[in-house]
């Protein structure tokens, strides 16, 4: 399958998304007239990307079928999307959400897909059971990791939150908050399945990697400026090989994270340890942000790293970024965002790369981005 060929190009991907926007725009402007029962929100990113080297292309998510570098110069696609989210309060116990969210998938398309679609019932005002389509808690900003003005990045780093593309889980989480004094304890745990398609490094589509029996738990702590968390997760992850040949693994994933904010700086750093036997090398993955903010701009730089425990080039990614950026927050609701990025590949790795060639391993890639996030 040559799936550069099908990919539209960069004006046609905005096209695509049109129709969405247009529907997303009309919901809002009659949110005043809708029933106080319900409530509604969107937010979207405008971005354009470049790539140094024509030997593979990068992409934001293995979502994506191409990018930039080896398919075009420079690509709308890696991190442009658009979203919306419908709010309902049937009672002061009752409540559900619908989010839904059109971006760069494998289908070559914009389409739209439910990010988010539960129900949600409290039993006390902090004990909390959901039932649905939810957010899966695996990194420190998974309910914002799609939401640009909800973050310092253009982008968060691949090198970790690639490790584990699952963004939702189908299934049942229980959550508990507990004040004591200042400091906020919040324990979730949870239960279900997803399935998802990803690109391989070849441009390769790997359709229905399932993860069945998809449990964990998270703990995250807040008080004052700071916030931290630790999470666990399990699951069995099915693949089909071939036609007739599917295997079963068990996976595992730890992540620990804290970001402080005292409102003129901020600090934020994740690590993670992903087991995935039998079908790649353990990895370990990590990154630290740290960014100032004066008046409307904010000057960033982060560092991001993701290594194997073992040496396998053909099954691991080895990739580190240092990324310098600048946000502008030019009107409210609205920012700008300019960000450069300096990939390194391992000695034999392309990394998150798609359509990969020879060369492009262990070679050094530069990155210019730009995007303008907004939320209404």
Same mark, same amino acid.
């Given at each position: 399958?040559? +799936?550069? =060929? ?9 096209? =695509?998304?049109?129709p ?13 007239? @809708? ?5 509604? /929100? ?5 971005? %354009?990307?470049?790539?140094? !080297? ?26 442009? =999307? ?6 309902? #309060? ?11 969210? @059109?971006?760069?998938?494998?289908? *070559? ?7 988010? %679609? *539960?129900?949600?019932? %409290? ?7 959901? $039932?649905?389509?939810?957010?899966l ?23 970790? &939150? ?32 997803? /399935? ?28 004052? @400026?700071? +916030?931290?968390?630790i999470?666990?997760?399990? !699951? *069995? ?42 079908l ?13 903010? $004066?008046?409307?701009?904010?000057? &960033?730089?982060?560092?991001? #790293? ?15 970024? $240092?990324?310098?950026g ?6 409210k609701?609205?920012d700008? =965002?300019?960000?450069?990025?300096? $990939? !390194?590949?391992?000695?034999? *790795? ?27």
């Amino acid at each position: 399958m040559n +799936t550069l =060929k099908n990919k539209s190009t960069m004006c046609g991907a905005c096209l =695509k998304a049109m129709p969405l926007a247009i529907v997303l725009a009309t919901g809002a402007a009659h949110a005043e007239d @809708a029933s106080s029962m319900f409530s509604y /929100s969107g937010f979207g990113t405008i971005g %354009a990307t470049h790539s140094s !080297s024509k030997d593979g292309d990068y992409v934001g998510t293995l979502y994506q079928t191409s990018g930039t570098g080896a398919t075009r110069a420079w690509d709308m696609g890696v991190d442009s =999307k658009l979203g919306v989210q419908v709010n309902a #309060k049937f009672t002061d116990q009752f409540s559900a959400v619908v989010q839904v969210i @059109a971006m760069d998938r494998t289908n *070559n398309t914009f389409g739209p897909r439910f990010e988010w %679609a *539960n129900l949600q019932y %409290a039993i006390t005002p902090d004990l909390k059971v959901r $039932v649905g389509r939810t957010a899966l808690p695996t990194f420190m900003v998974s309910d914002t990791r799609m939401v640009g003005y909800s973050n310092p990045w253009i982008r968060p780093p691949l090198e970790t &939150y690639s490790v584990e593309p699952l963004t939702n889980v189908d299934g049942v989480d229980v959550s508990y908050k507990a004040r004591i004094g200042s400091l906020i304890n919040t324990v979730q745990v949870y239960d279900g399945k997803t /399935s998802i398609d990803v690109v391989a490094g070849s441009g390769q589509i790997v359709r229905g990697i399932t993860s069945q029996q998809l449990q964990g738990i998270d703990d995250s702590v807040e008080i004052g @400026a700071l +916030t931290a968390r630790i999470g666990y997760s399990r !699951s *069995n992850i099915g693949l089909d090989l071939a036609p007739g040949y599917a295997i079963s693994v068990a996976s595992k994933l730890i992540n620990i994270g804290a970001i402080y904010d005292p409102g003129n700086w901020f600090v934020q750093g994740e690590y993670s340890r992903s087991e995935l036997p039998g079908l790649t090398p353990t990895e370990k993955a990590y990154y630290l942000t740290g960014g100032y903010r $004066v008046g409307n701009f904010t000057p &960033y730089a982060t560092y991001a #790293k993701v290594t194997p425990e073992q040496s396998i080039a053909a099954l691991s990614q080895e990739q580190k970024t $240092v990324s310098v950026g600048l946000r502008w927050d030019a009107m409210k609701n609205t920012d700008v =965002k300019l960000q450069w990025d300096r $990939v !390194s590949l391992g000695s034999g *790795n392309t990394g998150f790369f798609t359509n990969v060639q020879p060369a492009l391993a262990g070679s050094t890639v530069n990155v210019v981005s730009v995007a303008v996030d907004f939320v209404f």
